[in-house]
């Protein structure tokens, strides 16, 4: 795959997006080795989301979430399901954002930077296999636009 995410990101917001959710459809499609495909989606999600400071994945391994491909500071192995916003995430299998994580009971501080998280579960049919977890330091900095894209929704 050959991608300029520098060139993607000069384009206006809702392209971006639309953008993104072409070339993961197109990753699923054409790789199938999933840690090959994680790494390129949060490659693409960091480059194409803008005032991100982290982007990655966390995966079930039938007792708890391990640290998957991401890009940002190093983050915690292990959370366990119900723990933080990404276990809250997987247990309750919605969608969570937090405008402020540090007002949030039993955040888990892997980048001291973050102000604000969202993150997404990954269900197969109705069984949550991980999540996708994208923080940025900016309070208040995801919207329903962002939710509707890490759900891989289209917004119409």
Same mark, same amino acid.
């Given at each position: ?13 809702? %392209?971006?997006y ?45 007792? %708890? ?17 119900? %723990? ?23 955040h ?5 930077a ?6 997404c ?5 109705? %069984?949550?296999?991980g ?8 309070e ?6 962002e ?10």
């Open positions: 795959m050959s991608v300029s995410l520098h060139e993607l990101k000069k384009l206006p917001r809702s %392209e971006r639309e953008t993104l959710l072409l070339l993961v459809e197109s990753q699923l499609k054409t790789e199938k080795d999933r840690t090959a495909t994680l790494a390129n989606l949060s490659a693409m999600m960091m480059g194409l989301v803008n005032r991100l400071n982290w982007a990655g994945f966390y995966l079930f391994n039938g007792e %708890e979430l391990v640290l998957g491909p991401f890009q940002g500071e190093p983050a915690c192995h292990r959370i366990l399901p119900g %723990e933080g916003v990404c276990g809250k995430a997987f247990i309750e299998k919605t969608s969570i954002l937090v405008d402020d994580v540090l007002t949030f009971p039993g888990i501080a892997c980048d001291s973050s102000r604000s998280e969202l993150v579960p990954i269900l197969v049919e109705t %069984e949550a296999i999540v996708i977890d994208w923080d940025s330091p900016e208040a900095r995801f919207t329903r636009e939710i509707d894209l890490i759900e891989g929704k289209d917004g119409d």
